[in-house]
């Protein structure tokens, strides 16, 4: 029987692609770079692989969130500080919130009856400012944010830590719901608790990752969970 759940924040509860998309907008409109769609997609292909070196090891998190820009910065042949601009967009993250379809009446649904805790791998400053925004403080026992924690996701040592600050922490009576087959699937694979894919996209897996649980709408975790 589950008891505890941990919730990924990005794109499983927040929409972090809408989010991501209007801070990037508004960082190029401040140092002068209008921003065109080609531009915003090829930003987030560079920001995607950054993130993924960092769940690899390959980089640290403070590497990933200049050398995005640098990279950006250097195809476009702009000559702008990747630190200034990094700070600028962060800034501009960190305001407001956009919910995943259904998540909030999920969060309504599972309170009371589910120990919840959130689970991220986003910049503190940013993280807090949007959790703040969204009010979703009063749904959890506790928030876990990797850069707080000093390992992301998938590492064992960030569920270590985890496990070690959730009172009465039971491995079997646990599940981890999100949107990344490398990141919050391998995490609770390596951490060895059973796993929820979410898909709304319907994404093809193409890997050799095998969560335990799909789903493709959050509507659907509750007679899931009925079932564990």
Not at 10 to 19: G, I
Not at 25 to 52: F, M, V
Not at 138 to 156: C, H, Q, T
Request: charged residues 25%; proline residues 4%.
């Amino acid at each position: 029987m589950i008891d505890t759940i941990l919730f990924d924040l990005d794109n499983t509860l927040l929409d972090f692609n809408k989010a991501e998309r209007i801070a990037i907008q508004k960082t190029l409109c401040h140092i002068g770079i209008e921003p065109k769609d080609a531009i915003l997609n090829r930003y987030s292909e560079i920001n995607l692989a950054q993130w993924k070196l960092l769940e690899q090891g390959k980089l640290t998190r403070s590497e990933v969130k200049v050398r995005r820009y640098r990279l950006l910065f250097d195809e476009l042949g702009v000559d702008f500080s990747p630190r200034e601009a990094t700070a600028i967009y962060e800034s501009f993250l960190g305001q407001g919130h956009y919910f995943m379809d259904g998540a909030e009446d999920l969060l309504h649904a599972l309170t009371g009856r589910f120990r919840l805790y959130l689970v991220t791998n986003g910049t503190a400053a940013v993280q807090k400012g949007r959790i703040q925004s969204a009010g979703l403080k009063r749904y959890f026992y506790d928030m876990f944010i990797s850069e707080n924690v000093g390992y992301p996701k998938p590492d064992l040592r960030y569920f270590t830590y985890c496990f070690a600050h959730i009172p009465d922490f039971q491995k079997e009576q646990t599940i981890i719901v999100g949107d990344s087959l490398t990141s919050d699937i391998q995490g609770g694979k390596n951490a060895g608790i059973r796993t929820v894919w979410f898909h709304p996209k319907h994404v093809q897996n193409n890997t050799d990752l095998l969560p335990d649980y799909e789903i493709s709408h959050l509507s659907e975790l509750p007679a899931l969970l009925q079932k564990l």
